[in-house]
């Protein structure tokens, strides 16, 4: 008999508090393993807990089937009297970033997708392997990431055309090279 550890579900940093398996969906609720965290501003540790939130993150799909996570992070005092902030919220690592909608791990699918297929191409594929995300999302996913800038051209053409005669000239100057 084989037996299955929950806990390799969720991303690293996290422990599985329970996994709930429904028809269309999987929601897996974790917790943060670390008991304390860093203030962005300032740097120092605090362990002092301010209150608790829901973070809801999509997931890779398992089975076939979508995967929510549902993590419950914790709000932290600053300490640090030269801090200008009061409380924080605690960071996921390597999980998400923030303010994101999708873990880092299925984030790196969608740029994958979006840079070997294009927008509607690869949101197709998506909606099949049970990824929700449109076309619009999969660009701005390759834009955001910014490691994609065009080559300078190497080889110019120029041409030069009117719509009448007299009147209304246009030039046109394009990468010969890339047609």
Known sequence: ML??????????????DSVEDGEADVIIRAHPD???DRCPDCGTWS???HSRYLRKLNDLPIGGRRVRLVVHAR?????ASSCPRWTFAERLG?????????TRRLDDIVLCLAIALGGRPAAALAKRIEIKVSNDTLLRAVRRRGSFRPLP????????WAW???FR?????CDLERR
């Open 164 to 166: 009448r005669r007299n």
């Open 94 to 102: 390597g999980t998400a970033t923030p303010k994101a909608r999708r």
């Open 34 to 36: 670390s008991a304390r």
């Open 47 to 49: 362990a002092r807990v």
């Open 153 to 160: 051209p190497s080889v110019i053409g120029i041409d030069d």
């Open 3 to 16: 037996s299955f550890d929950v806990s390799r579900l969720a991303p690293a940093g996290l422990s599985v």
């Open 75 to 79: 709000r932290y005092f600053c300490d």
């Open 169 to 173: 000239y246009g030039t046109l100057i």
